[in-house]
Nanobody
Framework: QVQLVESGGGMVQPGGSLRLSCVYSGFTSDDYAIGWFRQAPGKEREAVSCLSSWADNTYYADSVKGRFTISRDNAKNAVYLQMNSLKPEDTAVYYC?????????????????WGQGTQVTVSS
C-alpha cells in the first residue's frame, strides 16, 4: 500500500524559509516519479517541483526557480522541498505525490498517490 506523509508546513514571514518533508512507503523510489504540488484557495492544483524516478530529470515552476530546491533521500524513503525567500503568493496547501513510471511528470492528473497535504502560510 502506497502512503505519503507530508510535514514541515507552518506560518512564516515573507523572506523566510521552510523545509517540507514527505516520507513515503509501499514503493521503491527507483520506480516512481515524485512531485510537490500546491493548491491555493480558489486556484487549481499546480506543480511546484517534480523528480523523475531516477532523479535525473527535475522540474521547477517558473515562480519558484532559484528559491525552492527538491531533493530525495532514498535511504530514508523521503523527499524534501527546501523553500527559501518565501513570498505571500507561496501560501497554499502543499502536497507530495507519487506515480509509477520512469519519466518526469508535472501534471497533477498523472499522479495516482497523494499525501494529505501540509499548510504553508507566508504572511507578515
Amino acid at each position: 500500500q502506497v502512503q505519503l506523509v507530508e510535514s514541515g508546513g507552518g506560518m512564516v514571514q515573507p523572506g523566510g524559509s521552510l523545509r517540507l518533508s514527505c516520507v513515503y512507503s509501499g514503493f521503491t523510489s527507483d520506480d516512481y516519479a515524485i512531485g510537490w504540488f500546491r493548491q491555493a484557495p480558489g486556484k487549481e492544483r499546480e506543480a511546484v517541483s517534480c523528480l523523475s524516478s531516477w532523479a535525473d530529470n527535475t522540474y521547477y515552476a517558473d515562480s519558484v526557480k532559484g528559491r525552492f530546491t527538491i531533493s530525495r533521500d532514498n535511504a530514508k524513503n523521503a523527499v524534501y522541498l527546501q523553500m527559501n525567500s518565501l513570498k505571500p503568493e507561496d501560501t497554499a496547501v502543499y502536497y507530495c505525490a507519487a506515480d509509477s513510471g520512469l519519466i518526469l511528470k508535472v501534471t497533477p492528473k498523472w499522479y495516482e498517490y497523494w499525501g494529505q497535504g501540509t499548510q504553508v502560510t507566508v504572511s507578515s
